[in-house]
């Protein structure tokens, strides 16, 4: 297992591939990171925006070779968290739920449904170690309030708040089902971002979506049902202005990690430190380290 000696919180973004493809990254080296849950999606590239370490890690690994079921959450966040990630934007393309919600428009939601049934395996805790994360508002307040502030000046459209549903896939929705989503609540609907939430928050790293409308999923009947090509066209078109938010958004991010979601796991513990295994705490040093 790799976990890195530095004191200097590091962000994590969370997307494409291509997302470090861009201005103003520096300093840029590749890592390939072992972790207790198995291999994460790709390579992690770090490097330097605007003076700030940050970690690049390929979601659906470099060439988009793997579905959203495929994709290993666990060694994703793990190894951000052992690189020092403390904060974390993640980049992901959606459906549209609302009228009002467009393609190409951009969305930073508040809130989250998740309709995976996989919530089992998208934990850190378990093997002695029992754990209940508080999640009642799963993104990070003040780091929504950082990437509304960047998107604003530099996208058409950009609206504060929404629900993302997070569907297991890799399918897209049946009519019914978009209509059911609807009904429920939900306004943007996506494959991954339920697990990199939760398991974010159990990490003690505060973390916020940056969600690219790339469709109207297949509930309207006066647009064509989703297809992959609509998305690549759509989401090809919002990347370049996904990366100037990301750069804004990076130099406004705070230096020392003092967010609620930096010390959830005060309360969350239910199992004494004199209780924990060793192996399974072993595991868990890059989270559960502070505990000693």
């Known amino acids: 297992m790799n976990v890195e000696r530095t004191n200097e919180p590091a962000i994590g973004i969370v997307g494409g591939s291509g997302l470090y493809e861009m201005e103003g990254f520096e300093e840029i080296s590749e890592r390939s990171i072992k972790t ?6 790709d ?7 605007a003076g700030r370490r940050v970690c690049f890690l390929p979601r659906h690994g ?3 070779r793997l579905m959203p079921h495929e994709i290993n ?3 994703n966040i793990w190894a951000l968290r052992s690189l020092g990630v403390r904060w974390v934007i993640s980049v992901t393309a959606v459906g549209s739920l609302r009228e009002e919600l467009a393609p190409r428009d ?17 934990t850190f805790f378990g093997n002695g170690i029992a754990a209940h ?3 009642a508002d799963p993104y990070c307040l003040e780091l929504r309030e950082v990437l509304l502030a960047a998107a604003r000046p530099l996208a058409p459209k950009v ?5 993302y549903l997070c569907m ?4 897209f929705s049946t009519r019914a089902e978009a209509h059911f989503h609807r009904l429920n609540g939900a306004d943007i609907i996506g494959m991954t971002n339920g697990p990199e939430a939760r398991l974010c928050r159990e990490a003690e790293i505060a973390a916020a979506t940056l969600a690219l409308v790339t469709d109207y999923d297949c509930w309207k009947t006066d647009e064509v049902a989703v297809e992959v090509e609509t998305v690549i066209e759509n989401l090809h078109a919002n990347s370049a202005m996904a990366k100037r938010i990301i750069r804004a958004a990076v130099a406004a991010i705070p230096e020392t990690p003092e967010s609620v979601c930096h010390r959830v796991l005060d309360t969350a513990i239910f199992t004494p430190r004199a209780l924990w295994p060793e192996q399974a705490a072993r595991d868990l040093g890059p989270i559960l380290g502070r505990f000693g």
């Open 62 to 64: 470099v060439g988009h």
């Open 43 to 49: 390579k992690l590239v770090s490097g330097r925006i």
């Open 133 to 135: 994360i508080g999640f």
């Open 73 to 75: 959450h666990r060694a």
């Open 36 to 41: 207790p849950f198995g291999a994460p999606s």
């Open 168 to 171: 297991n896939g890799p399918a």
């Open 106 to 122: 951009i969305v930073v939601p508040d809130q989250l449904i998740d309709r995976t049934g996989t919530a089992g395996k998208h």
């Open 159 to 163: 609206h504060d708040g929404g629900a």
